[in-house]
Structure formats: C-alpha cells, structure tokens
C-alpha cells in the first residue's frame, strides 16, 4: 500500500478514537449545549463532521458533492459520523483508484474534521463533563 494512503488511513483511525473518546458518555443534554447565541450545538458539528465524510467518499469516486444536513438526533449523528469514517476508510484499504489526492483529502475533509473533535472535546469541559485524560502516544490505535 503506497504510504501516503497508510498514513492518512492511520489519521483516520486517530481520529475514530478522538471522536470517540468525545462522543463517549456524553450527558444527553450535552447534544444542545451552545457556548453562545452564534455557535453551533454539539449535534451541529457532529452533523458537519459527517457532511465532510460523505463529501470525503465522494471525492474518492471523483465526485465533489456536498450537502449541509440537518443535525438528526445524537445517537444517529453518532452512528452516521462512524459509518461514513469507516466507508471512506475501506475505500483506501481497498486499493481503487483514488479521484483525488490523499493529501487533499487530508488538508479538506480530514483536517476539519480534526479540528471538530478538538472543538467538542472543549464544548464538553465547557458543558461540565470533560473528556478523561489519556496520553495518545500510548494508545492503541488502528483500524481492524
């Protein structure tokens, strides 16, 4: 597998167990938090994260389609958000023709998503339920 796929497959999977770790046990109300009248809720930017999976698998087809969709209710956002991470990820793993270069699949959908998980991780401290510390360099990180 060429090098630049395994590294963003190893970002991926970085970003599945951030994200995770985020969306774990988050209390039920933390789904509407909002730090200000002009911020997006939680669900919003779970929604947005997984706009950009779905506009990331696209790329891969060579298609460029977004669409802004209407936060659905959390556990759903849970479940969208981890199912498009793992379409595009079996996507890489499988070896087909990319319709795009894996570094702008990192510097577009990637990144943002990176810098979202960051965001909820501080919107939980915020609400009063903090994430649990962890040093990542020790965790076990990989897709099965």
């Given at each position: 597998?060429?090098?630049?796929?395994?590294?963003?497959?190893?970002?991926?999977?970085?970003?599945?167990?951030?994200?995770?770790?985020?969306?774990?046990?988050?209390?039920?109300?933390?789904?509407?938090?909002?730090?200000?009248?002009?911020?997006?809720?939680?669900?919003?930017?779970?929604?947005?994260?997984?706009?950009?999976?779905?506009?990331?698998?696209?790329?891969?087809?060579?298609?460029?389609?977004?669409?802004?969709?209407?936060?659905?209710?959390?556990?759903?956002?849970?479940?969208?958000?981890?199912?498009?991470?793992?379409?595009?990820?079996?996507?890489?793993?499988?070896?087909?023709?990319?319709?795009?270069?894996?570094?702008?699949?990192?510097?577009?959908?990637?990144?943002?998503?990176?810098?979202?998980?960051?965001?909820?991780?501080?919107?939980?401290?915020?609400?009063?339920?903090?994430?649990?510390?962890?040093?990542?360099f020790k965790a076990?990180?990989?897709?099965?």
């Amino acid at each position: 597998m060429d090098a630049k796929i395994e590294i963003l497959r190893h970002t991926l999977a970085t970003l599945a167990y951030r994200a995770s770790k985020v969306l774990r046990d988050a209390p039920p109300e933390f789904a509407q938090f909002q730090a200000s009248p002009s911020t997006r809720t939680p669900e919003g930017i779970l929604a947005h994260m997984g706009d950009l999976f779905d506009w990331a698998v696209s790329l891969v087809h060579g298609r460029h389609e977004w669409k802004d969709s209407e936060p659905l209710p959390w556990h759903h956002e849970v479940k969208r958000f981890f199912a498009a991470v793992s379409r595009l990820d079996a996507y890489l793993a499988s070896g087909a023709p990319l319709g795009c270069t894996p570094e702008k699949l990192f510097q577009g959908p990637v990144a943002d998503a990176l810098t979202h998980t960051g965001q909820l991780a501080m919107l939980r401290r915020m609400a009063g339920a903090p994430v649990p510390a962890e040093n990542y360099f020790k965790a076990d990180i990989g897709f099965d």
